[in-house]
């Protein structure tokens, strides 16, 4: 059987998604069309608002509907914690205790995939450093996230801050968005100098 072309079509924005295959993408597609008019208006118009509400925090590069995010406006500014993507800070922030800021570096140095340091957001943390005392290196603790630590840690060197990284508690290879509250708090506690 053939399947309907708006359906398909449906399917493969779902499966676009990270985490989503084909065949949830196309569970996804057909459960829309039992979803009463309204509530398919709710959903677009959500996705619509979303997109046109929602950027980039310009200090810091955490998702915000404002220019300068409520982290960045209120929180410690001498210590930074580095983090490879927006949701790496909503895991940190379910745990309490740590009041900095952070900074998005929005990747990872890998020089396989082709981004080198000038694709992701280092000159921006570079540009922030005045009063800060220290920088914690939050990226995950697979080869380009190690990779793209140690690279920023030289660099910080040569401004005289001093660079700590997430201790014990988060695994090589594993990413800091799936590790729970318990050894994210740990392994911010525990966190040594680069």
């Known amino acids: 059987m053939k399947q309907i072309e708006s359906v398909s079509d449906l399917a493969a924005l779902f499966s676009s998604l990270p985490g989503v295959g084909p065949k949830t993408a196309q569970r996804y597609a057909y459960a829309v069309i039992d979803w009463e008019d309204e509530r398919a208006q709710a959903f677009c118009d959500a996705v619509k608002r979303v997109k046109s509400t929602v950027k980039r925090c310009s200090v810091c590069g955490m998702f915000t509907d404002k220019d300068v995010c409520d982290i960045c406006s209120t929180r410690d500014k001498s210590v930074i914690c580095v983090v490879t993507h927006p949701k790496d800070v909503l895991a940190l922030e379910k745990i309490s205790g740590y009041k900095g800021v952070y900074h998005v570096l929005g990747g990872t140095i890998s020089p396989l995939d082709g981004r080198g340091p ?67 708090t740990r392994a911010m506690l525990s966190r040594t100098e680069l």
């Open 118 to 184: 000038d694709d992701i957001n280092i000159k921006g943390l570079l540009s922030r450093l005045d009063g800060v005392e220290e920088v914690i290196m939050a990226t995950n603790t697979d080869v380009e996230g190690e990779a793209t630590a140690v690279y920023i840690a030289k660099l910080l060197k040569n401004f005289g801050v001093k660079c700590t990284r997430l201790a014990q508690g988060i695994s090589m290879g594993s990413e800091v968005e799936y590790a729970d509250e318990v050894t994210l």
